[in-house]
């Protein structure tokens, strides 16, 4: 079970990269694949204010309960600044 | 489509008013010479496309319910930017203009509030910044200056 | 002079808007193709020129006090206009939104309240009336069909 | 002594005149003119909710009290629909 992360703005620059497919435990949920990340990746904690950025599976804002499925497509985001 | 990579195209917008409408109200956000203090020399806006459609369609949606006489046009620019371009344009038209007003505002401020769009600060002197408006000042990210 | 004859150059106002502001709210009025279930051919907007001009100076002078921040650009149009033509222009350009969105409702609430421009509907069936828009519905002026 | 009258909109419709010349007498205010107006052309008050319309004095808006002066430009304002 695997599903595809993405990376955007400052996540991208401390990740370097765009996109990677992540293996996942079943059962697993969002917030659990957040931890994972920042185990890796401390970088991407740094300018945080809350416990977890707002995230996205499949391309809709969603909550840290939320569990995985194979195949989903998961973001975090770093704060947003458009217009 | 919402989000456009070529210069946004304000007339055009425009001449989709309705002729039963008489007030329009239009927001532009431009890039600007300078932020918090530094002069910027270009900007970049970088999306998460499939999301970003999604969520603008999301608020059009909720505003045409909310404004239902009201027809809401709504772009946004992704890519490199020079000071002075159009990053997001919104038109918006009614029969009067308190609701044109009133959409128009909740337009943009919930663009600005949702939608995965993320905006690069470049400055003269080569250093970037991604834009964190919840930050007081922008956040100073690592980046390294770029070869120039 | 805010005043003009020839059809508003809403580009030419938004080439104005200075580099160091981000947020441009513009307000259009359109001529409608209808007003109060009664259709609308043309409009004409008379106006005491002189006055006009100084009650608009006025305004702009009061804006600029206001928000010292917002430059704010107005155009209105007299004579006949055709549906969808623009009335009235407003540019307001600040660094940031809000400012530029309370100085553009400001701007266009303030002309209508007092500067001395009066609006004539033109029918397709030949009558015209003077807007009141203090009245509930437009008044029914005397004038008699005019020779077409 | 005299003052220019300007007539605009249904004002002009129901006048018939664009502008013309009035004779006054010393003394008179903005109040006594539109008194006199309305008594010779009673549709100039047909659709007014106050007293007095709005009146100018030299391209300003100004009260009835005002004491007018030879060569000055008076005009009563229907209700205005800039916009």
Chains 1, 4 share one sequence.
Not at chain 2, 42 to 68: D, T, V
Request: with cysteine.
């Amino acid at each position: 079970m695997s599903v595809r992360v993405l990376y955007f703005a400052s996540f991208r620059d401390v990740s370097g990269r765009q996109e990677e497919e992540r293996p996942i435990p079943p059962g697993a949920r969002v917030a659990d694949l957040w931890r994972e990340l920042v185990a890796e990746m401390p970088g991407l904690a740094a300018s945080l204010t809350g416990s977890m950025p707002p995230a996205a599976v499949n391309a809709e804002y969603t909550g840290p309960e939320t569990p995985l499925r194979d195949g989903d497509e998961v973001t975090f985001l770093p704060p947003v600044a458009g217009g | 489509m919402y989000l456009k990579e070529q210069p946004l195209d304000v007339a055009a917008l425009l001449a989709g008013v309705r002729h039963s409408d008489g007030g329009v109200c239009v927001f532009l956000g431009v890039v600007r010479n300078e932020n918090a203090g530094r002069p910027t020399e270009k900007i970049e806006y970088q999306a998460y496309g499939a999301m970003a459609e999604s969520e603008i369609g999301r608020i059009a949606a909720g505003l045409a319910r909310e404004w239902p006489d009201t027809q809401v046009a709504i772009r946004h620019r992704v890519g490199e930017l020079s000071v002075g371009e159009v990053a997001v344009a919104i038109v918006a038209s009614a029969p009067h203009r308190a609701e044109a007003f009133a959409a128009c505002r909740a337009a943009i401020d919930r663009i600005k509030a949702t939608v995965p769009i993320w905006k690069r600060e470049f400055h003269p002197d080569g250093t970037t910044e991604w834009l964190d408006p919840s930050a007081a000042t922008p956040s100073r990210s690592p980046t390294a200056p770029l070869p120039r």
